[in-house]
């Protein structure tokens, strides 16, 4: 399938960089944090990152790397 | 296996640009939202999205980038 | 391994085309509706699809594209 | 690794070919019919199929189109 | 990671060929067999094989083809 | 996509570097070690790590090599 | 990302052969047993190999050959 519209997802996290966005994880883990960094594989650096587990559970983690291969989606956070 | 007709998922896919889509990923989550992008991995940029967890739950995400490896399937919904 | 008969795989989708078949994924859902279109990578498009959950819940989705890479198995319904 | 006896893998498959075979999947479900075709990735046609669950339900499918990456094992039935 | 003993590998293979091993797969089952053929992928032939699931279930299964993708461990039984 | 600023991602582990890192594993486990090496893949190593399970429960384990394909986020910990 | 200290992981392999390392799987399942091999995909040999479950029980193996996909971590016992 050729893309129609691809720079889309290019603009939404290039728009995103320093706002606070949601990230789904594999496993059911979620984060949101501040969008420091991003790259092709959608590697992600959050800044002042907060865990939440799937019972609602929050932590604290400051600075967190994601690989992306663990990446459900992202949302930035209106 | 060589294809017969695969340029009906591109059509599927055009067709349901600006509409609005389900989106069912692994793991048993689901979301719905307009179709806004989308590349020749299936990832996916929906607007006004919507999640749906397996008991039901909603919850509005608005703007939503989902990795096309998390994709099991996509449905306009009529 | 060399193939044997992989034409024969080839020809159960090809004779499907149009006809109604049982998809199975992984994680459990299955899916059956009119088979519209597939590739190599068993991406497949269904006409008039319905969702069949491990609980025999059923839904009606209409057109869904579905990731080759969540197909378990097809099979035409005689 | 080198392979020793590569092609016993291949002589297990060719004289399964009219025989009836037990296919286990990833995920729990198994599968019993008539090997009709095979190809390098394990990808399989099985005529006459019946499906059985983890719980010992089984249901008639008849021809049956595996994907390979599925398989877990392949025995044929003496 | 460059291997320093790597032909290890090959000898517990090449010295188990014709003797009983324990196969653990992914998902929680085990067979165990006379190892007959394996190919640098870990695609294994199994002899004589049994199946034993995680509850202690056993069943014979005979001659069994299993996909390398699915070990994740071999044992001989000394 | 293409990368903004992927050298973020290389600056948080060069700076955590000798540091003490909290590192999330699929499947729900945890370390948390001073983070010794790192290579492109994540492939990590800790000193003076400590395993914590889901439940919390905490197991000392000294030195710890980490396939990075099991890494599912690595954070510094303040 | 480049590796600042790839080295460290190699060191931590060779210092480990012909002493006592913990395995631990995806899955769940872990070994202990002295590592006798490696390869570069961390394939792995273990001797007096000892199998402990999630519930604590414990299995005596033998020599065992690991497919390094299902490697989460390693780590010598001190």
Redesign the interface.
């Known amino acids: 399938?050729?893309?129609?519209?691809?720079?889309?997802?290019?603009k939404?996290?290039?728009e995103s960089?320093g706002q606070i966005v949601?990230v789904?994880?594999?496993?059911?883990?979620s984060?949101r944090g501040r969008l420091?960094?991003?790259?092709?594989h959608?590697?992600i650096?959050l800044d002042d990152?907060e865990e939440e587990l799937e019972d609602g559970t929050r932590r604290r983690?400051?600075?967190?790397?994601?690989?992306?291969?663990?990446?459900?989606?992202?949302?930035?956070?209106?």
Chains 1, 2, 3, 4, 5, 6, 7 share one sequence.
């Open positions: 399938m050729s893309s129609t519209t691809p720079e889309t997802a290019h939404v996290l290039a960089l949601l789904r994880l594999r496993g059911g883990k984060l420091k960094s991003y790259d092709m959608l590697n650096v990152a983690l400051g600075t967190v790397l994601i690989r992306g291969e663990n990446v459900v989606m992202l949302s930035p956070i209106q």
